[in-house]
């Protein structure tokens, strides 16, 4: 029986943990794919309080580290389900953990186009995350892959600093707000190319370009030096909506506060529906979390 189970080693998960560890409550950290979380496929972050520059992978492997130091246990399994009862039972495929709270801190990934070296270019000219990664790339021609809001304030932001923003829709038209459009319209360094899909990825080791398919058949080559891919993230979260409400995208419907509406249960970073995902807000969730698991804890012994 542990006091709180974590499932998920992202950013919010592991700082969930270690807060829970130096309130000296039992901690069993689940994760089903790689410690760390998203923040891992990042070969630079720039945007974490006190570490000027760090790469993803280590930042990751620094909350591990000290998690693990302070007596944070972690199994490697995939949850399948939570059961209430006088405590919670978290269900995987080995095997079921007993605990008297639960912090669901899965995370969301970015939905990625499917192409062959994909992965590989992934921080080497693909990217994800403008805020992110978008410096990396001032002064240099990018595209934004997708046409709703978020690709949309993508190309916004980064055509504050690059010499040239491409959007690329598979539509004949944008799908995000007006306003979003009208700003875009508005700049000299944004174009746009239509009724294209991407079918190949073109550079080695580095992306120097974008096969794109038309309708028609035929392809073209655009040349940048990166591409932001911004067609939607998707959560995992099925097997816990048995203690917590998904929204249409399947995201845990929660505010600040970090609650489910299940009491006991808490959820913290990208899975749960908010206005920005970041590495720090996700760590800023699991800290209020673990908080709240904490208390709950000791309300409920």
């Known amino acids: 029986m542990y006091d709180i189970i974590i499932i998920g080693s992202g950013p919010a998960g592991l700082t969930a943990a270690i807060y829970a560890r130096r309130a000296e409550k ?28 760090i790469s993803g992978a280590d930042l990751g492997e620094r909350l591990m580290s000290q998690a693990l130091d302070l007596g944070a246990e972690i199994e490697m399994d995939t949850c399948i389900d939570i059961r209430t009862g006088d405590n919670f039972t978290v269900v995987c495929e080995r095997e079921e953990y007993e605990g008297r709270s639960v912090i669901i801190a899965g995370g969301s990934k970015h939905r990625r186009l499917g192409l062959p070296r994909e992965e590989e270019l992934t921080g080497n000219g693909i990217s994800y995350c403008s805020v992110c990664d978008g410096p990396f790339y001032t002064g240099r021609s990018v595209a934004v892959i997708g046409g709703g809001n978020s690709a949309l304030q993508e190309a916004v932001q980064l055509s504050e600093l690059c010499s040239h923003v491409t959007i690329v829709q598979n539509l004949d038209f944008l799908t995000g707000e007006k306003k979003l459009q009208d700003i875009l319209a508005s700049k000299d360094n944004v174009s746009m190319i239509f009724g294209v899909t991407v079918a190949e990825l073109v ?27 911004a067609i939607g993230q998707q959560p995992e979260n099925a097997p816990f909506a048995s203690v917590a409400t998904l929204d249409q995208y399947g995201y845990i419907v929660a505010d600040e506060s970090c609650e489910t509406g299940t009491p006991g249960v808490y959820v913290a970073g990208d899975c749960r529906t908010k206005a920005i995902r970041q590495v720090v807000t996700a760590s800023g969730d699991g800290a209020i979390a673990a908080i709240k698991a904490c208390k709950f804890t000791e309300e409920h012994r």
């Open 26 to 53: 039992s901690v069993l950290v689940i994760e089903k794919e790689t410690f760390g979380g998203e923040i891992t496929h990042s070969p630079k972050v720039e945007n974490y309080p006190g570490m000027r520059e």
């Open 203 to 229: 550079g080695d080791p580095e992306l120097t370009g974008l096969v794109l398919k038309h309708q028609d058949g035929t392809t073209e080559t655009l040349t940048v030096d990166g591409a932001f891919v």
